[in-house]
């Protein structure tokens, strides 16, 4: 069921906004995972990594840095969360009761491949040393516990999930998610079908996150069209009924070409494909948008079009961006009310 607010213009005008939608973020919301490898370790040299750009996969002795992407009302901050490696056994009881409170620490560096469940750290974006020794399993899965509401502690959270009876946890992130091993680093002597892939494979740049520069704005106003040039961290200012266009601004290479296989063997026909990108978007309040709000990754994605209501309020647009492999690129932009709006 929806909520609508009545926006009143002039007299005998009014505009129905949404108050309540999948879009808009009236309670903190999980965007996702960014996964960047800030010191790659020995394997990582193997690899045709671009400068200047993060892998989006970990290898055994990297160094990887692990950011969780929120969206929060305005006027919340959240606490950090905290960092589960979940074991399999820990995975499977974790709806049923698993008492997640007097976990030891992760041993420094991480192996690949754990028997039991350790803690990773506490805060928004943690950085984890990982061993030398390759394991096609890893043994675990990500699990991170935080709290959706600034009264809400992220200990209360893990209380509430160790309890059993189990109390509401409604107002906690629970988030598992696989960890960001790949299966196709293609040229490490250890992964089957290295020594078969053809030297033009071999060579393809490892897979990376997107860099956004920035964005292109579009606003219509009055029959007037007008191309802003925004760069990350700047605001652009709006007026009641303009209609505003948002396009990503995205650096020269972020659309990696890569090699596939046509039937699953490095030795039989190959395609080259360049990556496409999708995106999912928030917003933090109402305005005039038909969606939809996601978009999976394909060629020529219309961009995001909405038009600013009303009540002009600053209102933030979260956009997070992905292609059809590993990259994730988390960007927000800004819209706040002109002088004379």
């Known amino acids: 069921m929806r909520r609508w607010l009545l926006a009143l213009g002039t007299l005998g005008s009014a505009a129905c906004v949404p108050v309540e939608y999948d879009w808009l973020v009236i309670d903190a919301r999980f965007r996702g995972i960014l996964v960047e490898v800030v010191e790659p370790g020995g394997y990582g ?12 996969f970990v290898l055994p002795l990297d160094t990887v840095e692990l950011e969780w992407k929120v969206a929060v009302p305005p006027g919340q901050e959240l606490q950090p969360p905290i960092w589960v490696a979940c074991s ?10 698993s008492n997640l409170l007097e976990l030891a620490d992760c041993p420094d560096p991480m192996p690949i491949g754990i028997s039991g469940s350790c803690r990773l750290g506490e805060d928004h974006r943690i950085r984890v040393h990982l061993g030398g020794a390759y394991a096609p399993d890893p043994g675990f899965v990500l699990l991170l516990v935080g709290s959706r509401r600034p009264e809400l502690t992220t200990r209360d959270c893990l209380e509430r999930m160790s309890a ?57 106003r009055g029959g007037v069209r007008e191309d802003l040039v925004v760069d990350l961290g700047e605001a652009v200012p709006v007026r009641r009924g303009d209609r505003i266009v948002v396009e990503p601004r995205f650096a020269a290479d972020a659309a990696q070409e890569y090699w596939v296989s046509l039937d699953d063997t490095w030795t039989g026909p190959l395609e080259r494909r360049t990556e496409v990108f999708g995106y999912q978007l928030l917003f933090s309040e109402p305005v005039l948008f038909d969606g939809p709000d996601q978009r ?21 647009l979260w956009l997070d961006i992905v292609d059809e492999r590993r990259g994730k690129a988390f960007v927000e932009l800004q819209f706040v009310p002109e002088d004379d709006a």
């Open 45 to 56: 040299s193997l690899l045709n990594v671009p400068p200047d750009r993060h892998r989006a």
């Open 88 to 97: 399999w056994e820990c995975r499977d009881a974790l709806w049923s009761g």
């Open 164 to 220: 059993s009876p189990r109390p509401d946890v409604g107002g906690c992130f629970v988030v598992v998610r696989a960890p960001p091993f790949s299966d196709t680093p293609l040229g490490l002597p250890f992964l089957p079908g290295s020594v078969d892939a053809p030297p033009e494979v071999l060579a393809e740049e490892a897979d990376t996150n997107p860099t956004v520069l920035g964005f292109t704005v579009t606003r219509e």
């Open 296 to 316: 999976p990754a394909a060629p020529d994605l219309p961009s995001p079009t909405f038009v600013v209501p009303h009540d002009v309020v600053p209102t933030t």
